[in-house]
Each structure stands twice: as C-alpha cells, then as structure tokens.
C-alpha cells in the first residue's frame, strides 16, 4: 500500500485534489496524504461557528486549519450564505417574525466579517454562496431571497471580497449539469460581472450517481462556466451507487463487482473529462473520505448503505480508486 502513487501527485499538473472533512482522524491518515486540499464539510457552516447571536465557535475549523498547514495542505471555506444549516433566529426578530431587509443584510456582514476576517487568506477560497438557484432555474424562495431579493448574493460577495482581498469567492451548487438550473446559475454568475462585482469561481457540485448525468452534460456544464471566465471546481463529488429513483437498501451486504466496477468506470470517465479540461478546472474536491462516513448512507434515504467514494467502510481501496488513479489505463 506505501508505494501507491498519490492522487495529488498524479494530478499534480491538472488540478488540486480535495476531500472533505472537519477533522484529521489519524485512522484516516494513510488516506488523507492523497489530497492537497481540505474543505471542512460542516464545521465552518454558519450553525456551527455562530449558533447564537454573538456567539462564535471556532475551535474545529482552526484545528483543521493547522492541521492542513502542517501538512502543506490548502483549506477551501464552506459556506458562507446558505439556506441550511443556518439557525432560524438569523432570519427572526425577538418575536418569531421575519426580519426586514437591512436587519438581515447587517447581520449578514457582520457573520461574513467574522468569518472571513479571522482566516484571511489561510483559507485559500469561500463558497460564498451556496444553492442559491432552485431545480427549474429560479431563485430559490430562500428566507434569503424572500427577504432581501437577489441583493444578498451582491452584498455577500462584496463584503466577503472587503473582508479579505486575496481570498477567491465562488457560488457552488449542485444539479448544474441539468441545462435548466445551469441557466439559472449561469444567469446569477452574469448578473454579478454585469455589475462589477468580483466572482472568482463556480463551484460545481458532483452529487452524482452509477447513471446520471452524463458526460455530456458535465462538459456542457464546465463549458458554458469556464466561458464565463471563472474558475471551475468540481466540488462534492461522489458516485452513489443506487440510481436516483431507486430506494431500496440492496447493497448492505457489501458491493456486488459488477456495479462495483460499473461505479469505477464511470469515476474513469469523469477523470479523463476533468483532464481535458485542465485548463479551466482548479481543483476536484471528494465529499467525504470513506464509503463508512458518506453523507451519503443518509440520504435520499436515511440508514441506507451507499458506496459513493474510492475507499471502502476499512479504507481499502475500491475500483474506483484505482480508476481515479489511472483513468486511461482503467479497463473494467
Ligand atoms: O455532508 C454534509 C452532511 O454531513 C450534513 O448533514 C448536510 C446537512 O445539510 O450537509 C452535507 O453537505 C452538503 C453541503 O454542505 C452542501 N451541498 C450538499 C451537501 C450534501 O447535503
């Protein structure tokens, strides 16, 4: 196992190598040297680090900073401006209601500055916003949304950028090889540049599984961003092994091989489209580490076993792995 390549040295001429993670458990060092970038997957979300007013909680995101420092490793924020995980009292008044539009907003800057301002350019960029478009392509009737218009997602990207100059700003979200929310994403990116504010990159998220999207559709989508000129991440990325229709629980046992190397195939094809497009993608980040610790095996249903990442519940290595590691050479 000690003379495997590792994945950041083989894409070291393409692109960064990200997981996500809020901390590095030793159980997992072995895994971790394969990366050279680390997003905290919860513990930098606003319920996290501001759970009440005033109060800020920083202590995961710092450790995992220095951890990352130590080991050459650079920290991608996430997220600053979302609809989940975000407390209901940001949106309330002391009485339950909704709060007006410069009540939100100021509390907006002050959770960015914060945040952002602690850090600096230690984190080396913030998802800014996130999810901010819904599945047909409209705004997303976000508490957000509903309260200030799109003017939160100017203002954030404003303030995040005062906060510190030199960190870079992205939108990610998921779904945006689906022409119909790409539209809407494309259309919030645009409406930033049109008014000068500064956007650096799109995150694209690849909550994707053994079917869909296609290929074809991933390239369209880092095509019409990349001709924006903005930097392309693929971000959140895992390969569920259960389509999206499916809700059965049918691999508890374990992976049978025939979808095991179904998944690895798949995962080689997603590489060689992400090499081709080097230019333009900064970095792919994996959302997790293991199968064992997934998202995933909570969702679309909870307690579910899903296998969506390169390592198995022990951390051996899958097909996948192998495929991520050698996509031209991968035949299954
Ligand atoms: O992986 C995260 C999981 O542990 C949390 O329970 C969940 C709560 O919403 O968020 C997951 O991460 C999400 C990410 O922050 C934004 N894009 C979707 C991800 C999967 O839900």
Redesign the pocket.
């Known amino acids: 196992m000690d003379d495997v390549r590792l994945l950041k040295d083989v894409y070291a001429n393409d692109f960064l190598i990200g997981f ?1 993670q809020d901390r590095m458990l030793p159980q997992y060092e072995h895994l971790i040297r394969h990366f050279n970038v680390v997003t905290p ?2 513990a930098a ?1 606003w319920e996290r680090v501001h759970p009440q007013p005033g109060v800020y909680h920083f202590a995961v995101v710092d450790q995992l900073i220095e951890d990352a420092e130590k080991r050459g490793m650079k920290v991608i924020g ?2 600053l401006v ?1 609809h ?2 975000t407390p209901a009292w940001v949106f309330q008044d002391e009485g339950g209601n909704p709060v007006d539009r410069d009540t939100l907003l100021a509390r907006m800057k002050e959770h960015i500055d914060t945040v952002v301002s602690r850090y600096g350019s230690r984190i080396k960029g913030w ?1 800014v916003v ?2 901010a478009v819904a599945d047909d392509g409209q705004m997303r009737q976000s508490p957000w949304f509903q309260i200030t218009g799109f003017e939160f997602i100017e203002r954030a990207f404003e303030w995040a950028a005062q906060a510190c100059p030199d960190v870079e700003l992205y939108y ?1 979200d ?1 779904g945006l090889a689906d022409p119909k929310k790409r539209r809407g994403a494309l259309d919030l990116v645009r409406r930033l540049q049109d008014k000068g504010i500064r956007i650096d990159g799109v995150g694209i ?1 690849g ?1 994707f599984d053994i079917e869909n999207p296609s290929i074809a559709d991933v390239r369209q989508a880092i095509e019409d961003f990349a001709a924006l000129g903005v930097k392309v991440m693929i971000t ?1 990325l895992d390969l569920s092994v259960y389509p999206w229709s499916e809700r059965r629980n049918l691999y508890a046992g374990g992976l049978p091989e025939d979808v095991s190397r179904k998944q690895a195939q798949r995962y080689a094809e997603l590489f060689r489209l992400f090499r081709e497009y080097n230019q333009v993608i900064d970095r792919v980040t994996f ?2 580490i293991t199968d064992f610790t ?2 995933k095996n ?2 679309p249903v909870v307690g579910r076993t899903d296998h969506p990442l390169l390592w198995d519940r022990e951390g051996q290595p899958k097909p996948a792995f192998w495929a991520v590691l050698d996509p031209d050479g991968y035949a299954p």
Do not use: C, L, P, R
């Open positions: 996500a997957e919860n979300k996430h997220t979302w989940n995980q998802d996130n999810e990610n998921y998220q909550h959140e959302w997790g997934s998202w909570n969702f």
